[in-house]
């Protein structure tokens, strides 16, 4: 079997080569180009070359590989004219999940594994509160508190609001007004139901990483049409993923097959309003995954959305149509086509503006990892339906997925929030029993007084007795005048 895609066919076929898949790739084009379908072509490529396939649902429509597609004549005709061979319709092996646990299988991770720098992005912190959240994990770290949900981070915060000259003591200073900022953002991420991504069972990258018994590659389609409601949720947690592949996986090399390949759609909310620090991180990460056999492959309706030090890492690109309304459009239509290889005879700038829906200016890595030069094709149609699937037709799918039951049951275990809660019990007692002690030992210095003598006792309760009749005659006139003055009042 050739490890070899064919994405779709000009003058010459153009292939998708297994050996070079992990030097990532670009898809893009103006909305309502093809870029969906392009996109569905190449996780059907990868599954049937038996590597396993991420992606992101936005919109729903790419639930549908998990469905064998329509018998459709004009995809029949296409598929021959454009040589794929062998072509038939069939569904996928897909698993579903979901941030929310709605639409799939929970997605969880805990807070210690999302970490300061990701944290900070998602909750919009400055620089200095940045720096505080990272003294609590210090604290955390170096104290044995778990930090798995928001609710021990929450309580984190809160032991160093009452604590503040502790922490300082060791850890540098830490405001209280500081703390109370990073209260409240904890309280808009609970509110945005992003208390539903951190805690436990944390997900297991193995189990984006699974194949057949076929030997075809699972697609790990993610429901994000709820999540991408709240951009910096969305982009933070794809982020996160494609970090703890890049950490946790092996080096592996050059392969005739990537291990597995990462589709990030809208991936302009990656990197809007990202400080330089967490830019660094992902080129950094996009750069340097390739070797443990990973292919990142960036979905964005306008090449310019993807920062130069990024761009230039994309070896494979399939370019839909763009729309030069605006001088920006011009710009990004001069900046993609100036990224191919020039094929002689082709005008890229101008046929970018010209292609139409299906079609697409394909280039990709060839023998040596060397661009072949940009053909213009006709994309080949997809096996799988296109569209969204019924809630039947996903509960079926969550029936047979091979991680049903795993991830759907909370574990809140003992972390940080309990642990703080005991030591907060510890030291009230504690204070409490001090409190006692002193009383005890003031009392037992305290010199004895001898009892009154009876004249002495019987003066006392003459002058009692005289100042409580004194009182209750007050408190009558008292009494009096307030309800005479409401009399008044009411006449």
């Known amino acids: 079997m050739s490890n070899q895609i064919l994405i779709g066919k000009g003058e010459l076929p153009c292939f998708l080569d297994g050996r070079y898949a992990n030097r990532h790739g670009l898809v893009a084009g103006a909305t309502g180009t093809g870029k969906t379908v392009t996109l569905q072509v190449l996780a059907e490529g990868f599954s049937d070359l038996g590597v396993p396939v991420f992606l992101a649902d936005i919109k729903g429509d790419l639930a549908g590989i998990s469905q064998k597609g329509a018998d459709n004549p004009k995809f029949a005709e296409r598929a021959a004219k454009l040589g794929v061979a062998d072509y038939r319709t069939q569904a996928y092996p897909t698993v579903f999940w979901d941030v929310f646990g709605e639409q799939g299988h929970p997605v969880r991770a805990t807070i210690s594994e999302m970490g300061p720098l990701l944290l900070s ?277 969550m029936q047979r997925s091979p991680f049903k039951g795993r991830y759907e049951a909370l574990n809140d275990r003992e972390s940080a929030y309990e642990m703080l809660q005991v030591r907060g019990q510890q030291a009230a007692a504690t204070a409490q029993a001090e409190a006692q002690a002193k009383a005890k030992a003031k009392a037992s210095k305290a010199p004895a007084r001898a009892p009154d003598s009876v004249w002495e006792t019987a003066a006392k309760s003459a002058v009692r007795a005289a100042s409580s009749e004194v009182g209750r005659s007050i408190g009558r006139q008292l009494l009096r005048g307030l309800l005479g003055s409401l009399q008044k009042s009411m006449r």
Request: aromatic share 8%.
């Open 121 to 397: 992005r998602l909750m919009g912190l400055n620089d200095t509160q940045e720096g505080v959240l990272a003294l609590l994990f210090k604290y955390a770290d170096d104290n044995g508190l778990l930090l798995l949900d928001l609710k021990d981070l929450r309580a984190l915060v809160s032991f160093a609001a009452d604590n503040t000259a502790a922490f300082g003591k060791d850890y540098g200073n830490v405001s209280k007004p500081t703390l109370g900022i990073l209260q409240r953002e904890l309280l808009v991420l609970e509110q945005q139901g992003a208390d539903k991504f951190f805690g436990e069972p944390a997900l297991k990258l193995d189990d984006f990483m699974q194949t057949t018994l076929e030997g075809r590659g699972h697609i790990n389609v993610l429901a994000a049409d709820k999540l991408f409601l709240q951009p910096k949720l969305y982009s933070t947690f794809l982020l996160w993923l494609l970090s703890e592949l890049f950490e946790n996986l092996p080096e592996r090399g050059d392969a005739d097959l990537p291990r597995m390949v990462y589709f990030f759609d809208e991936a302009h909310l990656l990197f809007n309003d990202a400080p330089k620090a967490l830019l660094e991180k992902i080129e950094q990460v996009v750069r340097l995954i390739r070797s443990k056999g990973v292919g990142v492959y960036f979905v964005t309706q306008n090449p310019l959305d993807i920062p130069d030090a990024v761009l230039g890492q994309l070896g494979n690109r399939v370019q839909h149509a763009l729309r030069a309304f605006t001088p920006r459009d011009q710009k990004a239509v001069k900046a993609a086509a100036e990224t191919f290889r020039a094929k002689p005879g082709l005008d890229v700038a101008t046929v970018i503006m010209e292609l139409g829906v299906g079609e697409a200016l394909i280039s990709t890595l060839g023998e040596g990892g060397v661009p072949s030069p940009v053909e213009r094709a006709k994309v080949c149609p997809p096996r799988s339906r296109l569209g969204a699937i019924t809630l039947e037709e996903r509960a079926a799918a």
